[in-house]
């Protein structure tokens, strides 16, 4: 997964979901420099008795913002979505440096 | 036995597979038929755990035709191959192997083969000889997987008190400062040789394979040891006894725990199992304490995942190590998802209260007697009431009755009783 181009994380789910999977998933393949390198990454764990639906919230360098319906992806679409549109961002990026 | 060579300078390699351990018999047998001219060797093969002695016999009298030397000792490697690569004998001529007449001390060769026949006779072992050291299991014993799942039963059936967060990336020096973190903040709450120092000692910040642990919690749940069926093997002596076989790699416990989530049908809300899976995804790690000690989770919790009015992170003067870049690094990539105490399953704020509660086990004893006592007294107090006032009641009316009745006789009575 690209994770170059993300600014920002945000998730909120209720771990004794099965549905927050994708969203714990997503949050493990955050490289270990993520934090050190600008990204915010924020988690609010719901208690287990609740039933609001897991989300993904996630901020690029160009401004975009992806808000992720964890509850029906998988991480397998998860990350196709996210490098989507880290794509073109890196083809943008490749393009100014060269 | 089989002899395998034989030539004119008269000598003879003898090759005998005994069961493993036999050669020294062997041996001890040869050397009581006074045979001085026998050379033994052994070699242990990996070829169906037998040993191959190989026997040569040296006849002090070399064939002066041939004036062939003495052969050097060259029985065992040969032997060794042609067991590890049993084709090699099929391609060796019938004749080879077979004793022949004209071997030139028969006697000799005969003592031999006496010997090492009954000894490898005595041995066979039964054919459905199970090794106490080596009961069948469901899972190959021998991988680090099975072992770790044993690991992990063991671990769940002696630990109390197990929290389970999620690890994102933490690198080698974060998880040193993390555990260096953890062990100060223990070491802190325990006092030097008491029990809470042991606790202390012992608790662990582990990271697991999730996938394993997940079955190894099927099989806690789910097998019980004391209700397996014993199966019925033969002893070494070859008697039939009955054993059971209900350890954690065994086929009743591989059964048990595949049959409980077979299905569709989701597992009952009580089962503990049913209730934990759900946080078993991605990469996890276990914080574990050898007894519920609600200080030194509190101590664990306020550095692992602190939150500040109940469990505060220590400050930045007290302990700076806690406050550098390393260490909060690793600390934010920490995630507490849930907890697993004597047996039953919490969530952030369940292990919180586990966490808060004062004086730990004995505390909470000592308020349920507190509560039990003076539950007592009232219902004592309660109860003792009626019957004080119906006492009460019945013995100023005696009195009444007796000063009807006799009136005079007062006097009497006082002296009776004085």
Same mark, same amino acid.
């Given at each position: 997964?690209?994770?170059?181009?993300?600014?920002?994380?945000?998730?909120?789910?209720?771990?004794?979901?099965?549905?927050?999977?994708? &969203?714990?998933?997503?949050?493990?393949?955050?490289?270990?420099?993520?934090?050190?390198?600008?990204?915010?990454?924020?988690?609010?764990?719901?208690?287990? *008795?609740?039933?609001?639906? +897991?989300?993904?919230?996630?901020?690029?360098?160009?401004?975009?913002?992806?808000?992720?319906?964890?509850? /029906?992806?998988?991480?397998?679409?998860?990350?196709?979505?996210?490098?989507?549109?880290?794509?073109?961002?890196?083809?943008?990026?490749?393009?100014?440096?060269? | 036995?089989?002899?395998?060579?034989?030539?004119?300078?008269?000598?003879?390699?003898?090759?005998?597979?005994?069961?493993?351990?036999?050669?020294?018999?062997?041996?001890?047998?040869?050397?009581?038929?006074?045979?001085?001219?026998?050379?033994?060797?052994?070699?242990?093969?990996?070829?169906?755990?037998?040993?191959?002695?190989?026997?040569?016999?040296?006849?002090?009298?070399?064939?002066?035709?041939?004036?062939?030397?003495?052969?050097?000792?060259?029985?065992?490697?040969?032997?060794?191959?042609?067991?590890?690569?049993? +084709?090699?004998?099929?391609?060796?001529?019938?004749?080879?192997?077979?004793?022949?007449?004209?071997?030139?001390?028969?006697?000799?060769?005969?003592?031999?083969?006496?010997? /090492?026949?009954?000894?490898?006779?005595?041995?066979?072992?039964?054919? %459905?000889?199970?090794?106490? *050291?080596?009961?069948?299991?469901?899972?190959?014993?021998? $991988?680090?997987?099975?072992?770790?799942?044993?690991?992990?039963?063991?671990?769940?059936?002696?630990?109390?008190?197990?929290?389970?967060?999620?690890?994102?990336?933490?690198?080698?020096?974060?998880?040193?400062?993390?555990?260096?973190?953890?062990?100060?903040?223990?070491?802190?709450? +325990?006092?030097?040789?008491?029990?809470?120092?042991?606790? &202390?000692?012992?608790?662990?910040?582990?990271?697991?394979?999730?996938?394993?642990?997940?079955?190894?919690?099927?099989?806690?749940?789910?097998?019980?040891?004391?209700?397996?069926?014993?199966?019925?093997?033969?002893?070494? $002596?070859?008697?039939?006894?009955?054993?059971?076989?209900?350890? %954690?790699?065994?086929?009743?416990?591989?059964?048990?725990?595949?049959?409980? $989530?077979?299905?569709?049908?989701?597992?009952?809300?009580?089962?503990?199992?049913?209730?934990?899976?759900?946080?078993?995804?991605?990469?996890?790690?276990?914080?574990?304490?050898?007894?519920?000690?609600?200080?030194?989770?509190?101590?664990?919790?306020?550095?692992?995942?602190?939150?500040?009015?109940?469990?505060?992170?220590?400050?930045?003067?007290?302990?700076?190590?806690?406050?550098?870049?390393? /260490?909060?690094?690793?600390?934010?990539?920490?995630?507490?998802?849930?907890?697993?105490?004597?047996?039953?399953?919490?969530?952030?704020?369940?292990?919180?209260?586990?966490?808060?509660? %004062?004086?730990?086990? %004995?505390?909470?004893? /000592?308020?349920?007697?507190?509560?039990?006592? +003076?539950?007592?007294?009232?219902?004592?107090?309660?109860?003792?009431?009626?019957?004080?006032?119906?006492?009460?009641?019945?013995?100023?009316?005696?009195?009444?009755?007796?000063?009807?009745?006799?009136?005079?006789?007062?006097?009497?009575?006082?002296?009776?009783?004085?």
């Amino acid at each position: 997964m690209i994770t170059r181009f993300i600014t920002e994380v945000t998730t909120r789910f209720n771990p004794f979901s099965t549905r927050a999977r994708s &969203a714990r998933l997503f949050l493990s393949f955050l490289p270990p420099t993520a934090r050190s390198s600008g990204m915010t990454i924020a988690t609010q764990l719901l208690p287990r *008795t609740s039933a609001d639906p +897991s989300t993904l919230h996630i901020k690029f360098k160009d401004g975009k913002e992806m808000n992720l319906d964890c509850e /029906a992806m998988g991480i397998k679409s998860i990350v196709e979505e996210v490098d989507r549109h880290s794509r073109a961002l890196q083809k943008a990026s490749d393009l100014a440096d060269g | 036995m089989h002899v395998i060579r034989q030539n004119e300078g008269g000598e003879a390699c003898v090759r005998i597979w005994l069961p493993l351990g036999h050669g020294p018999p062997a041996r001890a047998a040869i050397g009581d038929a006074k045979i001085s001219n026998l050379e033994v060797g052994e070699h242990r093969s990996a070829f169906g755990g037998s040993v191959i002695v190989g026997i040569r016999l040296v006849h002090p009298t070399v064939c002066p035709i041939h004036k062939m030397p003495p052969r050097i000792r060259c029985a065992i490697p040969r032997g060794l191959g042609s067991a590890v690569n049993p +084709s090699r004998i099929s391609n060796r001529s019938a004749v080879l192997r077979l004793p022949s007449a004209s071997a030139p001390s028969t006697t000799t060769r005969q003592y031999a083969t006496a010997a /090492a026949a009954t000894v490898s006779g005595g041995f066979r072992l039964p054919d %459905d000889y199970v090794p106490p *050291t080596k009961p069948p299991t469901a899972r190959p014993s021998d $991988t680090r997987k099975s072992q770790l799942l044993r690991t992990y039963t063991s671990l769940l059936r002696s630990t109390p008190l197990i929290l389970i967060f999620q690890h994102n990336n933490l690198t080698a020096v974060e998880w040193a400062a993390v555990r260096r973190e953890l062990r100060i903040a223990l070491d802190n709450v +325990s006092t030097e040789g008491s029990d809470s120092a042991d606790i &202390a000692s012992r608790a662990q910040l582990q990271v697991i394979r999730t996938r394993i642990f997940d079955v190894a919690l099927k099989i806690v749940e789910f097998h019980d040891p004391s209700k397996v069926a014993p199966t019925t093997v033969s002893a070494l $002596t070859g008697k039939k006894v009955q054993v059971v076989y209900n350890h %954690d790699l065994s086929k009743a416990a591989y059964d048990a725990s595949k049959n409980a $989530t077979k299905g569709d049908e989701p597992l009952p809300e009580s089962s503990s199992y049913g209730q934990i899976s759900p946080l078993l995804i991605g990469p996890l790690a276990l914080f574990t304490l050898p007894a519920v000690s609600p200080a030194h989770l509190a101590a664990a919790l306020s550095i692992l995942s602190p939150s500040p009015p109940a469990f505060p992170a220590p400050s930045k003067k007290k302990n700076p190590g806690y406050h550098d870049a390393i /260490a909060q690094g690793g600390l934010q990539k920490l995630m507490l998802v849930g907890g697993r105490i004597e047996d039953k399953v919490f969530d952030l704020d369940g292990v919180k209260w586990v966490g808060g509660i %004062d004086g730990g086990l %004995d505390g909470l004893r /000592a308020q349920l007697v507190y509560m039990l006592q +003076s539950a007592g007294l009232g219902l004592t107090t309660t109860l003792e009431g009626a019957s004080k006032s119906l006492w009460l009641t019945m013995e100023s009316r005696r009195s009444v009755l007796e000063e009807e009745q006799n009136g005079g006789k007062e006097g009497e009575k006082k002296e009776e009783t004085a």
